[in-house]
Nanobody, 124 residues
Framework: QVSLVESGGGSVQAGDSLRLSCVAS????????MAWFRQAPGKERDAVAV????????YYADSVKGRFTISRDNAKNTVYLQMDSLKPEDTAVYYC?????????????????WGQGTQVTVSS
């Protein structure tokens, strides 16, 4: 079993930055594909950014390309999401997820473990 705990959310103004962190504990494997998903009220939970176990491959949703950066430190069992130039439409609950699938995937059902989520609110 893997436990994922997110932190770093909050309320900011448009144009500000936030960095989310997700620490994995328990039966952890550095070969997990890690991702950040987000879910706004009334919308589906969609992948925002994904990173391979080595950190060598990444995926970004079109809506965040050039503004968000995903990274990981396997020695610390931690994955990060640096969010710059935040917009009101980035407001959502952000979830960290881990998948034993060793390729980049954006499908929710392929993620085995989920964090509890952290709220990000961006006001204009």
């Amino acid at each position: 079993q893997v436990s994922l705990v997110e932190s770093g959310g909050g309320s900011v103004q448009a144009g500000d930055s936030l960095r989310l962190s997700c620490v994995a504990s328990g039966r952890t494997y550095s070969r997990y594909t890690m991702a950040w998903f987000r879910q706004a009220p009334g919308k589906e939970r969609d992948a925002v950014a994904v990173i391979s176990w080595s950190g060598g491959n990444t995926y970004y949703a079109d809506s965040v390309k050039g503004r968000f950066t995903i990274s990981r430190d396997n020695a610390k069992n931690t994955v990060y999401l640096q969010m710059d130039s935040l917009k009101p439409e980035d407001t959502a609950v952000y979830y960290c997820a881990a998948s034993i699938v060793t390729v980049i995937t954006t499908h929710r059902e392929r993620y085995n473990y989920w964090g509890q989520g952290t709220q990000v609110t961006v006001s204009s």
